[in-house]
């Protein structure tokens, strides 16, 4: 497979703009909401229902993962759901699409495990009696790993969709229904499968951070193979930190076996190339299925129903637009539309901003910038080394088609394995050495950052054509002349997107690398990472607030200042 | 035909069509320019033009898929304000839906008009019968050639039994024989009695074929597109293309469509008097593929007819009439009356070395194509002979959208290079004055 992750389509992004500001302020105010809402409930945690720290005992470990693997697949879920109506709302309405859009964009930048706080607050006070709150928790945090990159995707393909196909769909008369099962489903299938296997895969590190975390100077922990091994580590167990470590190997291969492979092998009669592809993609688990009798026996029933739904949202219309629309009116709607938005805003932030002004002092800013810079020094330098190590390598792999063959499932998996499994072993490794963590962080936020850019250089030295290779070949083009002018510019834009989603991965995880406990030790990194993980813990929410605040603009400041300049070069220049 | 002959009822009208696009300049940019036209039951009306005369467009605000700027479409007297419920497409690239069966996909546009299962199936049925398609049911888009490709397409179209039948270049994409073969067996479908359309209007730049299928040719100028010419075509079905009416009706719309826009509104006479770039647009040729067609014109005696030189070369007139309009507008060759004829400087380059070739063309170039003589006037007049592409690609988006102002100027850069008038760096975009460039003979200031 030559594709990167995510699809390069996810990074693609206007220039940013003054909405962009705006709905960089909605997340602000959404977030303050959130928390807001979760302080005015304080009910305490009936004792019993939940607990701070889970047994570390073996035989629990299967139920523990099954637990796990439960919450992944109802992540899954929500992200489609999601993926469905934000995608299609912001295609299909073009005053949806202005807020939409730049919201995601700054969504899919923002810390995820920040936000974790904030909605574990929330959900504690929406169901304070039970250990529901947590669960929801847990589940909203591995969703938010997971949306974003489908929702691009989809989005992406909706509003490239052939020009021909939705002319011919509209003049069939499609209803609405009809259209979206028929034609936007279908045709977005391809990037939907693959952007959500790899985030699944990435979901699984957010799970492992969620199911035990200390908010407010209280600890959760929830049965699952992540709060298992943060148990372990709590009691320096790392025999079974290990036999964890295997029960996720396991885990990943087998989702991996029964579920994604066959669902890449299935999405390929969607591809909409009218030929064939050269090499299919295939799935054991899938031939096995449609050599069975088990799809048909699930379509006789489905059938029925899927006819009866087309009829029932009939009455919603057909997927067309009005060919004429009232400019006056639609000019003044905006407007209003514009200002409302602008309203809800401005009251929102600047409440927020007095909360933060009258907790910590808006000095507080000041002081999350200057750690956020020293955060930053460790991304660059993850992203600096991974670079070195990995595209060597990558490149490589990528050049052999029998190394890749073999080569690029493992690295799928490496990239799916929850880094933080490892800490244990590094933060034991630390102790014992007596290195500070401001070094040793920058490890634990390569562990799971790298990956991105083994497999994305991976994908890219694979798309370099045989007779580019060949023609340097002939010319006796090698060495760093060949590095030059055909490696470099061919693995570049694949190089962008892996590049991108790796120092996102690692700003994400200096949440969890910057702050380590291990047994009885607490490590702590000076950087942004750190701030945020501190304060949550020790319930300083305005911290709290600013740091993730801070991160986010940092992330988004790269992202359009740096990466959004080298991904159009990697478009205008260097594709293939 | 019978059917077409006697005054019969309207079915779809164009009612003072106009069509533009908003340049980025803020300039409206006319498509479609005041069309007005009936198709009646029982006729075949093909829109014939170049590219860029708008005729796709003016197929889909028939179609209710795009608004026009001022006037209307009517389908059967009624206003289209939404996708046209009488009208039915067959489309150049197919637009099959690939993860569809065949009986899927023609059974998809009875599924939205909420047919029952079993008619659904049996109408279905007939329509894949209808047009040979039988034995392929449940075999994907993918599988098939092209031709039997677009019969999917023919069938999902025909099985809806529309009023009106649209097709938009629906044979470009295919083969020679293939197109040649499906064409017949339209033609066949339509004599028959129980056929349920209409009507049937078709978008080609193909002549023969316009000519072959048609009760009535509309010919559409380019830049914007009006109807320059409506010819009935009353030859005998089935048509032979042999005959002497079928080819003199053939040379008569090549001479229509060669003819340089004789009625542009007239420009206010300033005194030079010469046309703007934007009035006189760089016809899309390669300076290659204008030299391929003098050799072959030479090669046959300096003088050939259009048609029969497309003939041979197996090309359309999309494909040649751009190197003609070329060569035409370098004065290497002449048109009158759908013969092309060599000039005795495109006799000299052809025949000469490639220096004396390239100064010939140079100066031509700079002579009498618009937009290079700006170009290289106005790099002779700048400081350094440098200037940024942004400059002339604002000039040009006064009247051109953005992507046909980039589109112009990447001609000019073409023909300028192969000139060595000036030189174009990709990465700064910047056109630069060539050493050896001829000195502009007039007023450096143009444009």
Known sequence: ?576 | MTRAQTEQACILAADHITKSFTTPEGAPLAVLDDINFKLREGEIVALLGKSGSGKSTLLRCLAGLIAPTSGRALYRDAPVVAANPGVAMVFQTFALLPWLTVRQNVELGLEARDVPPAERRDRAERAIDLIGLDGFESAYPKELSGGMRQRVGFARALVVEPDALFMDEPFSALDVLTAENLRTELLALWAHEGFPTRAMLIVTHNIEEAVLLADRVLVLSSNPGRIRAELAVDLERPRDRRTASFEALVDEIYGIMTGRAEERPAVAPVAAAQPSPIDEPMPTATVGGMAGLLEILLARGGKEDLPALADDLMFEVDDLLPLVDGATLLGFATVDNADLQITDDGREFVIADILTTKELFARKAAERAPLVRAINNALAASMDGNLPEAFFLDILRRGFSDEEARHQLDIAIDWGRYGELYEYDANTGQLRREHRAPEPEQDPVDA
Request: cysteine-free; overall charge positive; charged content about 15%.
């Open chain 1, 1 to 576: 497979m030559r594709q990167s992750f995510p699809t390069r389509d996810v990074w693609r992004r206007p220039r940013l703009r003054l909405v962009d500001l705006l709905v960089g302020g909605a997340i602000f105010v959404l977030l303050y909401g959130l928390l807001r809402v979760g302080l005015t409930v304080t009910h305490p945690f009936v004792p019993g229902h939940t607990q701070a720290s889970i047994s570390t005992d073996p035989a629990e470990l299967p139920y523990y993962a099954l637990r796990s693997l439960t919450r992944m697949f109802i992540a899954l879920g929500l992200s489609v759901t999601f993926t469905f109506v934000y995608g299609t709302a912001a295609a299909r309405s073009r005053r949806a699409e202005k807020v939409l859009i730049p919201l995601l964009d700054i969504l899919q930048s923002v810390p995820i495990l920040g936000f974790l706080t904030i909605t574990v607050t929330f959900f504690i006070a929406l169901f304070p009696h039970s250990i529901v709150g947590l669960e929801m928790a847990s589940i909203f945090a591995i969703f938010t790993s997971q949306a974003w990159n489908m929702t691009f995707s989809f989005y992406h393909s909706l509003i490239t969709q052939p020009r021909d196909l939705d002319e011919a769909a509209r003049l069939m008369r499609l209803t609405k229904w009809e259209r979206f099962w028929r034609l936007d489903v279908p045709g977005s299938m391809i990037g939907l499968v693959w952007n959500g296997m790899m985030s699944f895969g990435g979901g699984w590190f957010f799970l492992t951070a969620s199911e035990a975390i200390t908010v407010n100077k209280r600890s959760y922990a929830l049965p699952g193979i992540g709060s298992y091994v943060a148990a372990a580590s709590a009691r320096s167990e790392l025999g079974r930190v290990l036999l964890a470590i295997a029960v996720m190997i396991i885990m990943v291969l087998g989702v991996n076996f029964v579920f994604w492979r066959p669902l890449v092998a299935w999405s390929e009669k969607f591809r909409n190339e009218q030929s064939e592809a050269a090499e299919q993609p295939r799935s054991i688990a899938l031939d096995t299925l449609r050599r069975s009798r088990v799809p048909g026996l699930i379509a006789r029933p489905v059938r029925p129903i899927a006819a009866l739904l087309d009829r029932l949202t009939r009455p919603f219309g057909i997927a067309d637009r009005p060919l004429v629309a009232n400019v006056a009116r639609r000019r003044a709607g905006d407007a209003l539309f514009g200002i409302a938005v602008a309203v809800v805003i401005a009251l929102g932030s600047s409440s927020a901003l007095r909360y933060i002004a009258d907790n910590v002092g808006l000095g507080a800013f000041a002081h999350a910038f200057g750690l956020g810079a020293i955060t930053f020094a460790r991304v660059i330098v993850v992203v600096a080394v991974s670079t070195l190590v990995w595209v060597p390598v990558g490149v490589k792999i990528g050049m052999s088609p029998r190394l890749a063959r073999y080569a690029q499932p493992i690295v799928q998996v490496l990239a799916s394995f929850p880094a933080n499994f490892l800490f244990p072993f590094f933060a034991a490794f630390l102790i014992a050495t007596g290195i500070s963590l401001n070094w040793g962080g920058i490890v634990l936020m390569a562990l799971g950052a790298q990956w991105y850019i083994l497999f994305n250089t991976i994908a890219g030295a694979m798309s370099i054509p045989s007779d580019l290779r060949e023609a340097m070949d002939n010319f006796g083009v090698r060495g760093w002349q060949r590095w030059r002018r055909l490696i470099i510019p061919g693995i570049f834009p694949a190089y962008v997107t892996g590049g991108i989603t790796a120092a996102g991965g690692a700003w994400n995880a200096s949440i969890v690398a910057e702050l380590v406990t291990y047994g009885h030790h607490v490590l702590v990194a000076k950087g942004l990472g750190s701030y945020i993980a501190l304060s949550t813990a020790n319930g300083q929410f305005a911290k709290t607030l600013t740091g993730i605040v801070v991160m986010s603009i940092y992330v988004v400041g790269l992202n359009h200042l740096l990466w959004r300049r080298l991904y159009r070069l990697a478009e205008t220049r260097y594709s293939l």
